[in-house]
């Protein structure tokens, strides 16, 4: 039985890991909830009992034996070490130690190999959730085929911007005839739009997400020379992101040999058939686990370059999920929904 802290605990992602502990068999003997002063008075039920939100404060991690941050990069820059100093895992949903080279950032299913029973607390990089559902996709081509070159443009929903994104599409869609909404969270309305934007720019023309997911994949397949470029584009979805990808294999191979290794392909699902309208939607895939692949297809002029449409809820695999399986793996627990 583990004692857990859950810092962030009232936003999308901490809910989302609180829905999933109550889904699974994972062993809870305590849950800490933590979030800002604002929550001080909420209650988080979780197995029965309701577990008061607290704030961050000198010694709140003691006798905690994992704690899953959630709530930004600086609270994690300051917190998540304090954590591993109390003796517990913690593992990080923010961007703050990803590219860390001496800190593992584990998408398990892909390099969960890094993880195992008896390291010593630490603390572990979930990756961005447009990274993990992307490598999930690509580890079985990769480890049978090779990778050459990756290409990905992203659909990524409003829910991948927290709360505050989620309510203000929500709050545009109420007020959908008014001319000129609002815009606060994004850069322009979102509702009846596409923004090529998330994040800031660099002076290479990249916005923060894509450099995420260029580095942050290399990083997971352990292949420092594969050249990734990604161009990333928020939409009006509510929940789940979708990526259209281009990837160049070392090899020629069948249409069969693809479709079978995503279709064997650890945490996949395999949904192919395009021309009964067959294929993985935002909306059909939000609150499901596993990774959607389909529209598997091969380029017409070079036939090493197959394409590819990779669906997966951001908030579950994409961030909640993921971190309780990289949890799963250090505590060598098989919860099971
Ligand atoms: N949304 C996604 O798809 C996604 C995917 C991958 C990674 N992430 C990352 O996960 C993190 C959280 O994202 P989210 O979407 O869940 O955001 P969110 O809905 O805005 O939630 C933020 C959480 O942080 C808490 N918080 C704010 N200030 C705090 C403080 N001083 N001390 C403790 N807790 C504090 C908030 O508490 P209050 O409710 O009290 O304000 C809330 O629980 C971010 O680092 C994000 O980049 C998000």
New binding site residues.
Partial sequence: MLKIGV?????????AFMDILGERTFPVAELRP??????LGKKISLLGRDWP?Q??KPGCFDGLDLVFF????D??KEWAPLAVKAGAFAVD???AFRMDSSISLVVPEVNGHLLSKGMKPAIIA?P??STIQLVAALKPLSDKFGLEEVRVSSYQAV??????AHDELMGQVKDHENPAPQAQVFPHPILFNVIPQIGSFDDDGFCSEEVKIMKETRKILELPDLKVSAFTVRVPALNSHSESVWVTLKKEVSREDVVDAIRTGEGLVLQDDPKRSVYPTPRAVSGQDPVYVGRIHRDLENPKIWLMWVVSD??RK??ALNGLQIAERIFDIKSRP
């Fill in positions: 810092v962030g605990a009232t936003g999308m992602v901490g809910t933590f979030a800002s002063e604002a929550s939100v704030v961050l959630s709530s930004g990069d609270i994690s949903n923010s961007a979930n961005n959730c829910s991948g911007g927290g709360q505050a951001n908030i994409g961030a």
